[in-house]
C-alpha cells in the first residue's frame, strides 16, 4: 500500500467508519468492550464503554473521541478539536492487532487440520 492508499483508506474509515456487516450484534458488542479494555490498558487514554458507545479520553480526562457502534457500523466521532487524531490511531492499532491475532488463529487451526488429516493418510 503506497502513501495515498493508506491516506484514502484512514480518510474512509474517520468519514465512513468501519462496516462490520458480517458480524452480529454479540459480536460488535464485544468488538466495543474489547476495545474499552485495550484502550484502558494498553495507552496513555481513558475509555468508558457505556451502551453502544465507548468515550475516550485523554490523560487529563477531557473526552477526545467518541467511538459508536450504529447497528453493525463502527463510527470515530471527534468530541474535541485536538487531540482525537491520537485516539483515532489507537483504535485503528486496536483493530490491526484483532486482525492480526485472528489471522493466527486461523493459520493455526489450518496448520493442525492439515496435520491431522495426513496422520489419516496412510487408511
Given amino acids: 500500500m503506497n502513501k495515498e492508499q493508506l491516506i484514502q483508506s484512514l480518510s474512509s474509515f474517520i468519514k465512513n467508519g468501519l462496516n462490520m456487516d458480517n458480524h452480529s450484534a454479540f459480536e ?3 468488538f466495543m468492550k474489547d476495545l474499552n ?10 475509555a468508558h464503554y457505556s451502551g453502544d458507545k ?3 479520553e485523554s490523560i487529563f480526562f477531557d473526552p477526545v473521541l467518541s467511538v459508536e457502534l450504529d447497528k453493525t457500523t463502527i463510527q470515530c466521532i471527534p468530541v474535541n478539536d485536538e487531540g482525537w487524531i491520537d485516539a483515532v490511531f489507537e483504535v ?9 491475532k485472528k489471522r ?14 495426513k496422520e489419516f493418510d496412510w487408511l
Fill in 104 to 117: 493466527e488463529k486461523e493459520m493455526q487451526k489450518r496448520k493442525k487440520e492439515e496435520q491431522e488429516s
Fill in 37 to 46: 479494555n485495550f484502550i484502558n490498558s494498553s495507552t496513555p487514554f481513558n
Fill in 92 to 100: 485503528v492499532k486496536f483493530i490491526h492487532l484483532r486482525e492480526t
Fill in 28 to 30: 460488535c458488542n464485544l
Fill in 54 to 56: 465507548v468515550l475516550i
